[in-house]
């Protein structure tokens, strides 16, 4: 496709129940972002790929939340025990690795009740 | 790590007139500094950028001025339309251990007025 992907567009989930949230980057771009946007917020880092491997997770926010980039390409975002402070937009961008220009998709927007 | 604040966080201006958002970073070691458009129910799309090698960059009715000395950046929109009404997001590159990530600002909502 021409641009990031992300499904599903919405996910609606309850309290303590486990979600997995897919991203699929811009063809031949080796760097993949999840962020979390928060209601009147920013985007928030969350963890960063390179290739196969997460360069930087240091935004994850507990041991809840973990991703993975089996093959280099397509990403899945996975929280286990949702909790109602997990509710936001999910964002997935991703970039060449020679230039530092970061697309992002349309996001996944994560309710848990 | 990086801290970008963004101001003001509403603005609203004539079609036709020009609007402005400012924003400061605090990290001098950040080089790239990327402005996002966001509309309702969409994620962020990029508009301009700039590195911390040049001052000015511009494209069309858009552009973004840097000051590396006083750590702070602007955009400019000029002869301002209905469809540029959105939120926008300034960011900056954060460098730790050679792998980059974004630091965005808090948004400034733009609306036109016919």
């Known amino acids: 496709g021409a641009g990031v992907s992300q499904t599903p567009s919405n996910k609606v989930t309850e309290k303590g129940k486990y979600v997995e949230l897919r991203c699929d980057p811009i063809?031949?771009?080796?760097?993949l972002y999840w962020y979390r946007q928060s209601l009147g917020q920013g985007p928030e880092f969350l963890i960063y790929f390179q290739g196969t491997g997460a360069a930087d997770d240091s935004g994850l926010p507990n041991d809840r939340f973990f991703a993975v980039r089996p093959e280099g390409s397509v990403s899945t975002l996975k929280i286990q025990r949702t909790e109602r402070g997990d509710s936001a937009v999910y964002l997935c961008?991703?970039?060449?690795?020679?230039?530092?220009?970061?697309?992002f998709g349309p996001g996944t927007r994560l309710t848990v009740l | 790590g990086e801290n970008v604040e963004q101001h003001p966080s509403t603005l609203s201006v004539q079609e036709g007139d020009s609007a402005v958002i400012k924003c400061t970073y605090s990290d001098s070691a950040s080089n790239y500094f990327p402005w996002y458009k966001q509309e309702l129910g969409k994620g962020p799309q990029l508009i301009i950028d700039?590195?911390?090698?040049?001052g000015e960059k511009k494209d069309q009715r858009i552009a973004v001025t840097l000051n590396k000395t006083a750590k702070h950046f602007s955009l400019h929109i000029t002869e301002t339309q209905p469809e540029d009404s959105a939120v926008y997001f300034c960011a900056a590159i954060s460098k730790i251990g050679g792998n980059e990530k974004l630091t965005f600002g808090t948004g400034t909502r733009l609306t036109i007025i016919p």
């Open positions: 700039i590195r911390s090698n040049v």
């Open positions: 063809s031949g771009h080796t760097a």
């Open positions: 961008a991703s970039s060449s690795t020679l230039v530092n220009e970061q697309f």
